[in-house]
């Protein structure tokens, strides 16, 4: 096919495409619910949330209840949580492409209360748990095969049900409103090809012989949108990374030190990331209400995804600064005291010195995760709304495994890890992460000077190197 008959046929497939979009468009709009279901879906989203709430207490619950050992405890956390991180992708395909969102929702909700109520059954009946310590850790039973297979039972049905309603339920109560933006489209010869008719591709009747073989333009240019922002997607993985290492490990710090605030009320471990929850939304109220209209006035525009999740990066690599430095300081403490080698006893050191790295993960997370989520949502193409929020729940899931894989290479590779921490070098571990932290920042760097945005909006007209 000639170059022209290639672009005549281009512009008419856009056309009808175009055309086909409006149409449905104004037959679905009136079908949204707007506000008002809106606001049944964010009680969904709260309840969905507070029942989730079981991941955190996940590694003290194996340690303390099912005599885990500390380190096998967290890997376990960590796949828990890259389990329920990677699920939300494929729910997002299926309510594409063939359920929807409502019916994987209400789904993954049944198996989600499913496996609550099984780990649930583990806490209240004493037969579905091993026996307590005897004379210390050392001789401490483990499970039955019947109470692995109802723990593994229920951690397996939660995590499928919590899995399948994050993010899922984000995009239905996004597709409540109509969010269409215009797109520019930039064509290469070489994917365009994917999209040429050639002999046997059609039958006599022009109908498509092979779908397989013959793209419409429109999925031609669906799969570049996808490969041009593959660099940054990789990136994010990266940079989630060491704050699954950070999350995981910081419940192990904060098992060894004194966690009672007055006389009355002590933490659990496994709370702590509500600090990150917590600085998170604190930052991002001040972040949208002070910080990004200072930036508006001052640079007369707001700040891109890509500038956004810049800061992320910058604000993760202090958090781990803060890490090694407060666990330098809990070593020290502990050496001091002669507790090196105890694995019940409390240092005498305030919980609250685990809170700072915490919180500044948190204001990290406040800036690259609102980026990420609006770069591909604005990024990915229209039929891939769903799966453009599952984005960054694939990467968070990648992260954990590769938070698992780094913990145990850690472990056998170095002295750093071993069960009982006091007698080892976690500092070290948050130093090596902030190593490659910079490294993938820079890569970062790389790939946002590059990279042009597909939905060109008033907000980012240009490179991030522009701004």
Known sequence: MAANEFQESSYAIEGRHSSNEKAQMSDTHSKRGGWITFSFITGTLIGLTLAGGWGTNLVVYLIEKFHFKSIIATQIGNIVNGSTSLLPVLAAIIADSMLGCYSVIWISSSLSFLGILLLALTAALKSLRPQTCVNGPSLCPMPTKIQFAVLYMGIVL????????????????????????????????????????????????????????????????????????????????????????????????????????????KIPAGTMVVFTLASTAISLTLIDRILYPIWQKLSHQSPTPLQRIALGHVFNALGMIVAALVESKRLKITKAHHLTDETNSTIPMSVLWLVPQMAVVGIGEAFHYPGQVTLYYQEFPTSLRSTSTAMCAMIIGIAYYLSNAVIGITQRTTGWLPDNINNGRLDNVYWMLLVVGVINFGYYLICARFYRYRNVGKENENYISDR
């Open 158 to 265: 939660a995590s499928i049900g919590h899995g399948g309603t994050r993010f899922t339920i984000a995009a239905m109560g996004a597709n409540q409103f109509d969010n269409a933006k215009d797109q520019a489209i930039f064509f290469n010869w070489f994917l365009n090809r994917a999209a040429l008719k050639t002999e046997g591709d059609t039958n006599s009747d022009s109908s498509i012989a092979k779908p397989w073989s013959l793209c419409s333009v429109q999925q031609v240019e669906d799969l570049k949108s996808l490969i041009r922002i593959c660099p940054i997607l990789s990136s994010g993985i990266f940079l989630s990374t060491p704050i699954g290492v950070l999350s995981s490990l910081t419940v192990l710090q904060a098992l060894t030190v004194d966690r009672h605030l007055g006389p009355h009320f």
